[in-house]
């Protein structure tokens, strides 16, 4: 079966810092790889998401991630962050037949 | 506006007893799941359903039970068998799976519903 791991469960930013989550997941074959966010007391949403082509995606609000084969990685990056992206934010990988797995999530706190 | 509609978005039930969870889509999207979401452990799948009068169990099945008798409706029944029901559960949905086609992946979620066992 196949697995996601986030790295971080809790990261702490002042706004203008620079964010970098990671992100590995366990399957040798082809993936499809999503970042959703939970804003507080809102729904699960899309960030951004990649099936195939240029292996660095754009999401709203500025966010990128980038996806390395050869490392099983899809990190998310954004070069500036700002209060309002305090929110939890999941790593998902759907690799062929199985369901989408989801990781444990990061916690966001940004730091007026 | 298309979306996914949960019902109650809060619950208190007691000890013992069963509680439905309500899950309308008017995306007409073919697949739909339950998500359990605790803190610290994402999110993880209960059941899902790639087709009407058609669902498979997901990762932690055990104590639930579904429907899917309506492209647009996938209930949720939490059991008196669910030993740890106390949660936040989310319902989804997405395209494809009509004719053995495979989706992407990509979810549309509701707003969830938040179970607390009393």
């Known amino acids: 079966a196949q697995s996601v791991s986030q790295h971080n469960h809790h990261v702490i930013l002042s706004e203008a810092a620079s964010l970098e989550l990671g992100c590995n997941y366990s399957?040798?074959?082809?993936?499809?790889l999503f970042w959703y966010v939970q804003y507080p007391g809102q729904h699960l949403q899309l960030l951004l998401k990649?099936?195939?082509?240029?292996?660095l995606v754009k999401g709203i609000k500025g966010f990128e991630a980038e996806f390395i084969k050869s490392k099983f990685s899809f990190n998310l990056r954004k070069p500036s962050v700002q209060w309002s992206d305090t929110a939890e934010y999941f790593c998902?990988?759907?690799?062929?037949?199985?369901?989408?797995?989801f990781g444990k999530g990061t916690k966001l706190s940004v730091i007026p | 506006d298309g979306g996914i509609t949960q019902s109650p978005k809060y619950l208190f039930r007691k000890e013992g007893q069963n509680v439905t969870l309500s899950c309308e889509q008017n995306?007409?999207?073919?697949?739909m799941y339950w998500y359990r979401q605790d803190p610290g452990q994402g999110l993880r799948l209960i059941y899902y359903?790639?087709?009407?009068?058609?669902?498979q169990k997901g990762d932690i099945a055990e104590g639930y039970s579904v429907s899917r008798e309506k492209k647009e409706s996938f209930p949720l029944t939490v059991t008196s068998a669910q030993k740890n029901p106390t949660a936040f559960y989310l319902c989804?949905?997405?395209?494809?799976?009509?004719?053995?086609?495979?989706?992407?992946?990509?979810?549309?979620f509701g707003e969830g519903s938040r179970l607390t066992v009393l």
């Open positions: 989804a949905s997405s395209r494809g799976f009509a004719s053995g086609r495979s989706t992407t992946g990509e979810l549309f």
């Open positions: 399957y040798g074959g082809t993936v499809n």
């Open positions: 990649y099936f195939s082509g240029d292996p």
């Open positions: 998902a990988v759907k690799a062929g037949s199985y369901q989408l797995t």
């Open positions: 995306l007409n999207h073919d697949a």
């Open positions: 359903s790639q087709i009407v009068n058609d669902f």
